[in-house]
């Protein structure tokens, strides 16, 4: 599973109404988070979310969307999941995480499952 996140544009002036009579009012953006298996490029789950909002909050809900009974063998993201709850989420569906370690990342207090993974991730 690769999980990403993009923002998209609405509400507003098309581009060309923009540079010929200026803008009206301001654009709006949301973001739009997906999880897409690797192997068949389908795309599993989806939630939109506002601009503000961050990634790795969401991870938890796109697992949730793919039915129980599906296996799920690898979660790919960038270093904005490198969270505590994105980890449990991982481990929670029987996953291993390929997430990279921030770049100021430390080892974490390893009293559950998901914090012996990621540091074992750090580790290496």
């Not at 200026?22 to 997906?34: A, D, E, F, N, P």
């Not at 490029?41 to 796109?62: H, K, N």
Request: net charge neutral.
């Amino acid at each position: 599973m690769l999980v990403d996140s993009t923002g998209i544009k609405f509400l507003g002036d098309g581009e060309w109404q923009v540079r010929k009579h200026g803008t009206s009012r301001r654009r709006q953006w949301r973001k739009v988070h997906l999880a897409m298996d690797t192997t068949t490029s389908d795309i599993r789950a989806v939630e939109f979310t506002p601009s503000r909002d961050g990634d790795s909050p969401v991870l938890p809900d796109l697992l949730e969307q793919i039915p129980e009974d599906e296996q799920i063998g690898t979660v790919t993201a960038d270093g904005a999941y490198d969270t505590r709850r994105c980890h449990t989420a991982i481990i929670a569906r029987d996953a291993e995480a390929i997430i990279p370690v921030r770049r100021n990342g430390r080892l974490w207090k390893e009293d559950v499952p998901a914090a012996r993974a990621r540091n074992e991730i750090l580790r290496a």
